[in-house]
């Protein structure tokens, strides 16, 4: 059963970087049947799809955060994460990862962690 | 790449239907028939509950089917049931690999 746990600081420093690690278990994040992703949402609002990545390396960012995201993989344990810089309050979310669609990227997200909240505050 | 539009909320009582709207732009939601839906619980991850528009995966419930016409797709849910109540989400592939979300409709049932 395929699983996905988000981890890292609950709280990160206006102007500082945002690190949240994606733990992949019961499938590998190798397998050229999968993408990964990152999607957060505010409280009380939306949810919005921040980027995705290939275990090869290869990223997709949304357009409004580009500047700021990273997303990398780490096929040796099995996990992939997010980093974002210049953090400010309006960063301040739920994140959660999540598995594209094994047949098709293309069809959205299958599998999501259970999300993790990350505050923005001094 | 702006959200696609939801109504903020929608309601009915058990055993009625309801359809919730999801209305994007010819860049998304006209162009490619990839809409996926999500059923958000309080406090809970999202679940994966229609793609390509109107597909269900495996033990998604035959009460929620999905259609689109034009640059707007809809959810609609059958036989409404109390465990129905949730938030829900659409998202529609956007091209050059990005996705775009709703920003989601809180189902009230009666």
């Known amino acids: 059963q395929l699983q996905l746990q988000e981890s890292g600081p609950g709280l990160v420093k206006p102007s500082e970087t945002l690190s949240l690690t994606c733990t992949v278990s019961g499938a590998s994040i190798s397998s050229i049947s999968y993408y990964w992703g990152w999607i957060r949402q505010p409280p009380g609002k939306g949810l919005e799809w921040i980027g995705t990545?290939?275990?090869?390396?290869?990223?997709y960012y949304n357009p409004s955060l580009k500047s700021r995201v990273t997303i990398y993989v780490d096929t040796s344990k099995n996990q992939f994460s997010l980093k974002l810089s210049s953090v400010t309050a309006a960063d301040t979310a739920v994140y959660y990862c999540a598995r594209h669609v094994s047949s098709s990227w293309y069809l959205g997200f299958d599998y999501w962690g259970q999300g993790t909240l990350v505050t923005v505050s001094s | 790449q702006s959200a696609l539009t939801q109504p903020a909320s929608v309601s009915g009582s058990p055993g009625q239907s309801i359809t919730i709207s999801c209305t994007g732009t010819?860049?998304?939601?006209?162009?490619?028939?990839?809409v996926s839906w999500y059923q958000q619980h309080p406090g809970k991850a999202p679940k994966f509950m229609i793609y390509?528009?109107?597909k269900r995966p495996s033990g998604v419930s035959n009460r929620f089917s999905g259609s689109k016409s034009g640059n707007t797709a809809s959810l609609t849910i059958s036989g409404l049931q109390a465990e129905d109540e949730a938030d829900y989400y659409c998202?529609?592939?956007?091209?050059?690999?990005?996705?775009?979300f709703g920003g989601g409709t809180k189902l009230t049932v009666l």
């Open positions: 990545i290939y275990y090869t390396g290869s990223t």
């Open positions: 998202c529609s592939y956007a091209g050059s690999s990005t996705w775009v």
């Open positions: 010819s860049t998304d939601v006209g162009t490619y028939d990839l």
């Open positions: 390509e528009g109107s």
